[in-house]
């Protein structure tokens, strides 16, 4: 099964919220997170494609782990243990 993420085209209210989580429930799809006009949900291709025909205010889009943070340097480690305070 995928992750995919599911956007409100605008803002919603949370009954609005709500119904959207129950509808894909409903269809058999596990709704890992939910937030303000945004779901995270976790199912099978065909299903997400079911969910999003009846949510047609809401996009999806695959979920992507892709953002990595980056390393400091070397130096501006140093300078951030010099800085800190001593314990």
């Known amino acids: 099964m995928d992750r995919y993420v599911f956007y409100a085209k605008e803002s919603l209210d949370p009954r609005t919220l709500r ?11 596990t709704v890992l997170q939910s937030g303000v006009g945004t779901m995270l949900l976790e199912a099978a ?18 979920e992507r782990r892709a953002t ?19 314990r």
């Open 19 to 29: 119904s959207a989580r129950d509808t894909a429930s409903a269809m058999g799809v």
């Open 45 to 62: 291709p065909e299903d997400v494609r079911k969910v999003a025909r009846a949510l047609p205010q809401w996009r999806y889009s695959v």
């Open 68 to 86: 990595r943070i980056p390393e400091r340097p070397v130096a501006e480690r140093v300078r951030r243990a010099a800085a800190a305070p001593a």
